[in-house]
């Protein structure tokens, strides 16, 4: 109930409502306090002729700005029986503490440096007990004598404080139980509706900046529509503390007081906190609209939007030009939504099909939960071209999303970014432990991206010296029949920078699309690269569990111009289950014009993953590596299970197309070593290495030290540890390497 007072050093106070405002009302104040002491003393004689003795006697005197002053008398014995040792007994007595005694023992070791240096013992006089008085030479060292007692005080009622009983901030206040006739907007008689409120005196001239809307015994209901048109003003209801002054000792109820429309924030810094809404509308629409978004900050209100129509319904809907800045980003924390939508619906959305364009924005731990039969998303930013910036990403943390999409005829999303209607559209976002679930719908995804328009082709995910982050994250879609689904799923017209670990999908990616597969982890790129050789793309200790019913499922997915990524240590073996074709990580360097798998001083790595890859009706793949360009690969330590139910099961499988080449006998072999598990299909090899590219031009493979078991019968590939190339026997690899090309086991 006690609360520090900036500039007081460490006071505390209690805060009360007035029938006009808050006051400061006394309370418990800890101060260092200023002063001095002082002491004489004199040496004992006769005693101190066998035992050195010294009586002192002084005082002390400290003021206080806050705080009774202290003065007082002490008295001090100090006996030295030897020069290692020195006996204290003190006795202080002063208005404050009254009578307090002190003991004391110290210890000193007697060191010579001079006896030391001439071979003498330094610890001469070490035993030397009850020698009387020492010289005054021995006394030129004697060490500074301390107090043992440092006053600080503490007054427990106090009204010297600042402000002490004295109202410190105005406020107008407003209830179901007011009054816009007969009120005055104090505590004793309020208004009844915020929009009255802001017409008080107070607050047109400028002396008030707070509306406090209170509760009643039971839960209160505003019927109002208000508009906030003055900068940095507080809404604040008695569902929350005070954000400056929090604890105040007679609220009169707790809980949310409802409005039952629209609140609209056309001012900079508006601070809303304490509020409930239960808004029942159509159109695009949200229980908070924000129409300026400057220094926005809402937290600790509960949302409630019964939603009609194919427009957006969200419980705080953004259609400002620009929200938040980079310095001072629209703030949205610990709020719960509860969103029911016949047609589109979010819990927060940012409109960019009605203005909104730049956004920087800090959302943490909110609970979300939505019920749309439109499009529906969590936290939805949609046409948004600029989303956070390198120096200020936007922060999406510890939020709690459920959305039950189970009669939506369109697509669910947990967290969403998409813009592809302007050129050069880029975001930045660190999006961290937040738990989402979707439930139904034709499509899901747990965390989407897409940025980029299509003339001309570009639109960026993260940058290379500042990846978007992905991180903690625990994720489950099961979206609906025919639907495809994926965990977190990145699609951009030109480069994708990204981090990505540590997430947690295994409570099931579960898609059931006839031709649309389904993604633990996929990014996509049309025009750009996924990662660079100095910055590449990091997927690692990721738990992925992906099925489906209908199509191809993969675990880890990239698609790009060309690829450089670090894939490791991500749990698969629960599991990557697919109707057709399954594979535990792809990576495919065919989009737009084609090029290369990591290079000669940059490979991709993929190592230390685990996997269980189900191909039911089709192929089966650990890993699988296409490019039009070259491929420069160490794939090593990882563990495969790879069963097919009616064709191929492979390990590994490594191709390049259009003049590439695996590996470089002159730079860098591409490494499939050290590799384990089992291989159960129709055909069986642990590793399938093709080039449509450049046979016969120095290609370079390692695949020693692997341990794999064909489940389903003896190896069917063409090479085996100690054949020749071109290769003509049977084995655990299949190739169509040739003389000039190098296949080391």
């Known amino acids: 109930s006690h609360t520090k007072i900036d500039g007081l050093g460490t006071p505390y106070a209690k805060y009360a409502l007035s029938d006009s405002g808050i006051i400061l009302n006394g309370g418990r ?92 013992n330094p610890f001469e006089g070490i035993g030397d007990v009850f020698t009387g008085s020492r010289d005054l030479k021995e006394r030129m060292v004697e060490p500074v004598r301390r107090d043992v007692d440092v006053k600080v005080t503490v007054d427990e009622e106090n009204d010297n404080i600042p402000g002490g009983n004295e109202e410190i901030e105005d406020v107008v206040f407003v209830s179901e139980d007011g009054s816009d006739v007969s009120g005055d907007g104090t505590k004793d008689n309020p208004y009844a509706t915020i929009t009255f409120a802001l017409t008080d005196a107070k607050i047109t001239s400028g002396a008030c900046k707070t509306i406090h809307v209170m509760n009643s015994s039971t839960t209160a209901v505003i019927a109002d529509n208000p508009t906030l048109n003055i900068a940095d003003f507080l809404l604040w209801g008695s569902g929350a503390n005070h954000p400056k002054y929090p604890n105040i000792i007679n609220m009169p109820y707790t809980g949310h007081p409802t409005i039952n429309d629209t609140l609209t924030l056309n001012a900079a810094n508006p601070m809303v906190t304490g509020l409930g809404f239960d808004v029942t509308a159509g159109g695009d629409v949200g229980c908070i609209e924000v129409t300026n978004g400057a220094g ?79 499009w529906g998303w969590g936290i939805g930013f949609e046409y948004v071209s600029n989303i956070g910036s390198a120096a200020s990403p936007v922060i999406v943390a510890g939020n709690t999303i459920s959305t039950d999409a189970t009669g939506s ?121 996924a990662g660079s050789a100095t910055n590449p793309v990091i997927i690692s200790g990721n738990v992925l569990n992906v099925s489906t019913t209908a199509s191809d499922a993969f675990g880890i997915s990239i698609a790009s111009a060309n690829i450089y990524a670090k894939i490791t240590r991500n749990n698969m073996l629960n599991s990557i289950n697919a109707d057709d074709v399954g594979i535990g990580i792809s990576l495919d360097a065919t989009s737009g014009v084609g090029g290369d798998i990591g290079s000669a001083t940059s490979p991709t790595i993929i190592a230390g993953n685990m996997m269980n890859v189900i191909g039911n009706n089709d192929n089966a793949f650990g890993t699988w590596l296409n490019a039009f ?66 046979v016969g031009g120095g290609n370079f493979v390692n695949w020693g030290d692997c341990s794999f078991t064909p489940v389903g019968g003896a190896w069917t590939g063409n090479y085996d540890i100690g054949d020749s190339l071109p290769a003509v026997g049977t084995g655990p690899v299949w190739t169509n390497f040739n003389a000039s090309d190098t296949l080391t086991p």
């Open 29 to 120: 104040v800890e101060e260092p306090m200023r002063g001095f002491d002082y002491e004489l003393g004199m040496r004992i004689p006769y005693i101190s002729d066998y035992v050195e003795t010294w009586a002192y006697a002084g005082g002390y005197h400290y003021k206080g700005r806050r705080v009774r002053d202290i003065n007082g008398f002490m008295a001090r014995l100090e006996v030295i029986p030897t020069d290692f040792m020195r006996l204290n007994y003190e006795f202080h007595h002063d208005n404050y503490s009254k009578a307090e005694h002190y003991g004391e023992v110290t210890f000193e070791v007697p060191f010579s440096v001079g006896n030391l240096v001439t071979g003498k």
């Open 296 to 374: 926005v900050k809402i937290f600790n209100n509960m949302f409630r939007l019964t939603h009609s129509g194919g427009a957006e319904g969200a419980g705080i809907y953004a259609n400002a030009a620009t929200v938040g800045s980079a310095t001072d980003p629209i703030f949205i924390a610990n709020n719960t939504f509860d969103i029911v939508s016949s047609g589109n619906g979010a819990g927060i959305f940012f409109d960019g099909g009605a203005g909104c364009d730049t956004v920087f924005a800090t959302i943490v731990n909110n609970t979300i939960n939505l019920d749309a039969d439109g």
């Open 409 to 529: 005829a369109s697509g669910s999303y947990g967290i969403y970014f998409r813009d592809y209607t302007a050129s050069g559209s880029q975001i930045f976002a660190n999006i961290i432990g937040n738990d989402v679930s979707i439930v139904g719908g034709p499509y899901g995804s747990g965390i989407f991206m897409w940025m980029g328009s299509s003339t001309p082709e570009n639109g960026y995910i993260g940058s290379a010296a500042t990846p978007v982050i992905v991180s903690g994250n625990t994720v489950s879609v099961k979206p609906g029949s025919g639907a495809a689904a994926s965990g977190i799923n990145f699609w951009a017209r030109d480069d994708i920078f990204a981090t990505i670990t540590g997430n947690d999908m295994s409570g099931g990616i579960v898609g059931s699309h006839a031709i649309a597969a389904s993604n633990g982890i996929r990014l996509y790129s049309d025009a750009g690269n």
């Open 629 to 694: 360009g070259n491929v420069f690969g160490v794939i090593k330590s990882n563990y495969m299970d790879v069963t097919s139910g009616t064709n191929d099961a492979h390990g590994g499988r490594i191709i390049t197309g259009g003049g590439g080449i695996i590996g470089d006998v002159t730079s860098l072999a591409t490494y499939f070593t050290d590799n384990s598990g089992t291989i159960d299909g129709a055909l069986n090899n642990y590793l399938l290495i093709l080039t449509t590219g450049t």
